[in-house]
């Protein structure tokens, strides 16, 4: 059963505050700390804990003269500073053209022409009928890398909301390179009220490739009925995109799930023989597959054109293999092939005949067992 939704960012942080999280606060490690401006009037450094991933974290407190912690009291109309992670993936196995890449985005990312969020409030704006969104601002620079993860980057951005801006409920972030990349999850660090986790996980098209923006939601789960209202439109728009019209041909960036018959597994374009029968309907029931809109051949309008490798079939971008699990995958394929191929031809090229002289030999193959050669 989920509670009623708080109506601030501060309630919020604070109905979730825990004995045990007030135990610890005395001895929270500063591990992204960063300036900001306090709500009372005062420039404090926030203590945040990265290594929490609850919806939200422990409230900024301000220490009074006897070293005991209180909270900060923020001034209605004061502007809020908000910090916005990014930690984005690279590849793990990496070729001197990719780290040479990698490169140029480090720069281009540090003059503020790679990638660029907005934040989306649970509020409604009343001159849009929609949820409260910030200015648009780019991420600049990145941050030293974690000594246990070598292959994640961070970046940051800093931008100002108004006071009564809302609770954060979602992140549209565009990558305007020429390449995707992978996202690993977005912390978006309110000052003197805590942080908000958005996971991610996913692939970040282009601009080039699609202009329409990602939009990631925070881990907080909502039943239909409590969606805020600043969300609805963004969440029924996020479904209406992953479920697709039915039309077009799929493109490997895409992530749309509709599904098809199977009705490309023959290939009568080379011979009438290799036609087969479609898999799914009434008349021979079948699990569906990912539709790829590929044109239908030509002796067969019901038909899909086959595609052959090196060509990949379309798989929503999210679900493909990753880069070590499609190299684990050949690897293994590659293996069982000379496993079985080896031995065959062994046997083939021998020249003794495999037929048993005498009883022994069979009583031979339970205790010594079957021989490679």
Known sequence: MLSAKPTSFVSAVGAQLTVGNRRRAAGLVNLGSHRCRSLAGRTVRAVLRSDDKSVSM????????????????????????????????????????????????YFV???????????????????????????EVSVRGFLPRSPSHPSLVEYAANLTVPSGFGHPGAVVITNLHKKEFFLVEIVVHVCNEGSLFFPANSWIHTHNDNPESRI?????????????????????????????????????FEMIYDYACYNDLGDPEKDADLARPILGGSERPYPRRCRTGRPPTKSDLRA???IEKPNAVYVPRDETFEEIKQNNFSAGALRALFHNLIPAMRVALSKSDSQFECFSDIDGLYKEGVPNT
């Open 109 to 135: 990312n540090g003059v503020g022409q790679g990638i660029t969020v907005q934040l989306v409030s649970e509020e409604i704006d009343p001159d849009t009928k929609s949820g409260k969104r910030s200015a």
């Open 216 to 252: 990631l939601f925070s881990n907080q789960a909502y039943l239909p009925s409590q969606t805020p209202d600043g969300l609805k439109d963004l969440r029924k728009d996020m479904l209406v995109s992953l479920c697709g019209d039915g039309k077009g041909e799929r493109k490997k």
């Open 304 to 306: 899909e054109s086959r």
């Open 58 to 105: 422990l409230p900024q407190q301000l220490a009074a003269s006897d070293g005991a912690l209180k909270p900060a009291v923020p001034r209605p109309g004061d502007p809020v500073d908000v910090r916005v992670v990014l930690t984005v993936r690279n590849r793990i196995r990496q070729k001197l053209v990719d780290k040479i890449e990698n490169q140029w985005e």
